[in-house]
């Protein structure tokens, strides 16, 4: 097959049929001369492999600094390749927690492995981030691209982090996502959702009656009892509740360390009510008595039913309505806020600052209010005097 020549050194191409498709397609070669021995190399397929004259050069420079295998080295070696496949299966080994939440499980099999789960960290160019950006971005929200992209990054930093490859050094550049909205639900909307959580049977909006889903109402008073997030809920231990000393334990909630978290009342009648086998491991098992994965479509379910607003997260929005509520109680601060919502930083607190300031400036109000009246009161007395 003929070579041709592209504007980078050492970088030709050949023309050969597509891979399961009618056409041509170019493949990339690199050429280049190391330890007195000239190498020519195979670099990928135009489309199959989806390579470039630039992205050749990239790898034609990193096989003369010895940053790359060849492919032939690749293949004899597989075993030894830390693929993020290979990263995302070890990640999961790290974090038990996760195996079971099938959102992220998805973003990484949806998203992320078509395109890069084949390669090893350093294989990866910003050119790989951006195209995923850009073909995420135009059917999904900017949150479901951050958190696609967020699984690349927290896969090399767990790769640096336990030195198991090489990984590249640019910075991953993350969409921009406000993730600020404070979901809430005024006294009517609460009251409607706690009746229908506690109803035996609920009609869906298209009229289908359906029982009300044991585990589904447990969790969600749960949220609502404790401010925890659904993945802590879903992966809660009896071995984390003690009930002698009144505290649930947290298992890196969010990826942070280990959290404690009083038990209050609410929260111990829905535990003490939880059935228990002998054995059972999780206090919201799932099949085999295994971690529950998801009890999603349930949580969609009990919402409709209370007809709650359709962008209203039941689980993640009564995390919000108990961090709401003790906010604007005017009775905790916002470090201890921060304490029982496990949030690493105070900023993720922060958003909640304004409901306690209202109510501090409403009693604020209310004790201005009452001197006044006294004061007018006072002068009205003084005038009753001066007459007599």
Same mark, same amino acid.
């Given at each position: 097959?003929?070579?041709?020549?592209?504007?980078?050194?050492?970088?030709?191409?050949?023309?050969?049929?597509?891979?399961?498709?009618?056409?041509?397609?170019?493949?990339?070669?690199?050429?280049?001369?190391?330890?007195?021995?000239?190498?020519? $190399?195979?670099?990928?397929?135009?489309?199959?492999?989806?390579?470039?004259?630039?992205?050749?050069?990239?790898?034609?420079?990193?096989?003369?600094?010895?940053?790359?295998?060849?492919?032939?080295?690749?293949?004899?070696?597989?075993?030894?390749?830390?693929?993020?496949?290979?990263?995302?299966?070890?990640?999961?080994?790290?974090?038990?927690?996760?195996?079971?939440?099938?959102?992220?499980?998805?973003?990484?099999?949806?998203?992320?492995?078509?395109?890069?789960?084949?390669?090893?960290?350093?294989?990866?160019?910003?050119?790989?981030?951006?195209?995923?950006?850009?073909?995420?971005?135009?059917?999904?929200?900017?949150? /479901?691209?951050?958190?696609?992209?967020?699984?690349?990054?927290?896969?090399?930093?767990?790769?640096?982090?336990? $030195?198991?490859?090489?990984?590249?050094?640019?910075?991953?550049?993350?969409?921009?996502?406000?993730?600020?909205?404070?979901?809430?639900?005024?006294?009517?909307?609460?009251?409607?959702?706690?009746?229908?959580?506690?109803?035996?049977?609920?009609?869906?909006?298209?009229?289908?009656? +359906?029982?009300?889903?044991?585990?589904?109402?447990?969790? +969600?008073?749960?949220?609502?009892?404790?401010?925890?997030?659904?993945?802590?809920?879903?992966?809660?231990?009896?071995?984390?509740?003690?009930?002698?000393?009144?505290?649930?334990?947290?298992? /890196?909630?969010?990826?942070?360390?280990?959290?404690?978290?009083?038990?209050?009342?609410?929260?111990?009648?829905?535990?003490?009510?939880?059935?228990?086998? $002998?054995?059972?491991?999780?206090?919201?098992?799932?099949?085999?008595?295994?971690?529950?994965?998801?009890?999603?479509?349930?949580?969609?379910?009990?919402?409709?039913?209370?007809?709650?607003?359709?962008?209203?997260?039941?689980?993640?929005?009564?995390?919000?309505?108990?961090? /709401?509520?003790?906010?604007? /109680?005017?009775?905790?601060?916002?470090?201890?806020?921060?304490?029982?919502?496990?949030?690493?930083?105070?900023?993720?607190?922060?958003?909640?600052?304004?409901?306690?300031?209202?109510?501090?400036?409403?009693?604020?109000?209310?004790?201005?209010?009452?001197?006044?009246?006294?004061?007018?009161?006072?002068?009205?007395?003084?005038?009753?005097?001066?007459?007599?």
């Amino acid at each position: 097959m003929k070579r041709h020549a592209t504007e980078y050194p050492g970088i030709f191409y050949r023309e050969a049929r597509r891979i399961g498709r009618p056409g041509m397609e170019r493949v990339y070669y690199v050429v280049f001369k190391k330890a007195g021995k000239l190498y020519e $190399e195979k670099a990928g397929r135009q489309y199959a492999d989806d390579m470039t004259p630039a992205r050749a050069a990239r790898i034609r420079g990193d096989r003369i600094e010895g940053r790359r295998l060849s492919r032939k080295e690749l293949r004899e070696g597989q075993t030894d390749r830390w693929t993020l496949d290979r990263l995302w299966l070890a990640y999961l080994e790290n974090h038990p927690t996760l195996k079971a939440l099938s959102t992220e499980a998805s973003r990484y099999r949806l998203h992320v492995q078509p395109t890069l789960g084949g390669k090893t960290p350093c294989e990866l160019v910003p050119l790989d981030l951006d195209r995923i950006r850009l073909r995420l971005s135009k059917t999904l929200k900017p949150s /479901s691209v951050f958190h696609a992209l967020e699984i690349v990054r927290r896969l090399l930093n767990f790769a640096r982090a336990k $030195e198991l490859c090489p990984t590249p050094t640019f910075k991953i550049t993350m969409p921009k996502v406000d993730n600020l909205k404070t979901e809430d639900l005024n006294a009517a909307q609460l009251e409607r959702l706690l009746h229908t959580i506690h109803s035996e049977t609920i009609t869906t909006p298209g009229g289908k009656i +359906m029982l009300v889903d044991p585990d589904a109402r447990d969790a +969600m008073l749960m949220a609502l009892a404790t401010g925890m997030r659904q993945g802590e809920i879903l992966g809660l231990a009896w071995a984390d509740v003690d009930f002698e000393r009144g505290f649930i334990t947290i298992r /890196s909630p969010k990826g942070g360390t280990d959290a404690t978290i009083p038990m209050n009342d609410a929260a111990r009648d829905i535990l003490k009510g939880r059935p228990r086998t $002998e054995g059972g491991a999780y206090v919201f098992p799932g099949r085999f008595g295994g971690h529950r994965a998801d009890v999603s479509k349930q949580f969609q379910a009990i919402r409709d039913a209370a007809g709650l607003p359709k962008d209203f997260r039941p689980m993640h929005g009564l995390r919000h309505v108990f961090a /709401s509520h003790l906010a604007s /109680s005017g009775k905790v601060d916002l470090y201890t806020l921060q304490r029982l919502l496990t949030h690493k930083t105070p900023g993720m607190t922060q958003r909640y600052a304004h409901l306690r300031d209202e109510t501090l400036r409403a009693a604020s109000n209310l004790a201005g209010a009452v001197l006044t009246t006294q004061d007018v009161d006072q002068g009205a007395g003084d005038v009753q005097k001066a007459r007599a």
